[in-house]
C-alpha cells in the first residue's frame, strides 16, 4: 500500500508541475497569447516605419532641391504662398 501511495504523491506533484508549465504557456509571461500580439505590434511598426522611411526619402530630396538653386525656392514661393517677383502683375481669371 505505501508503494501506491508514494506514486500517487508523485502523479500529483508532476501533475501540478505540468498544470503550472501550462498555465505559463497559455497565459503567463510570454504566453504564446502575447507572442502573437507582439508580432502583431511589429508588423505594425515596420509597417510604419516604411511609410515614414518613404516620407523621409521625399523630404530628403526636397531639401537637396532647394540646397541647389533658388529656382525651386522660387517655385514654392509662387505655388504655396502666392508670391510674385518685383514688376510682376497677377491676373485672376474667373467665370
Known amino acids: 500500500m505505501s508503494f501506491l501511495r508514494s506514486h500517487y504523491w508523485l502523479f500529483v506533484v508532476l501533475a501540478l508541475l505540468l498544470g503550472g508549465l501550462q498555465y505559463r504557456l497559455w497565459v503567463g509571461d ?33 531639401v537637396r532641391e532647394l540646397k541647389k538653386g533658388m529656382e525651386t525656392v522660387e517655385e514654392r514661393a509662387r505655388h504655396e504662398l502666392g508670391m510674385l517677383k518685383e514688376g510682376e502683375t497677377l491676373y485672376l481669371l474667373t467665370e
Not at 504564446?32 to 521625399?58: C, F, M, S, T
Request: glycine share 6%.
Open 30 to 62: 510570454g504566453s504564446l497569447a502575447q507572442v502573437a500580439d507582439l508580432k502583431r505590434q511589429i508588423a505594425e511598426q515596420q509597417g510604419e516605419n516604411k511609410l515614414l522611411h518613404e516620407r523621409n526619402r521625399i523630404l530628403e530630396a526636397e
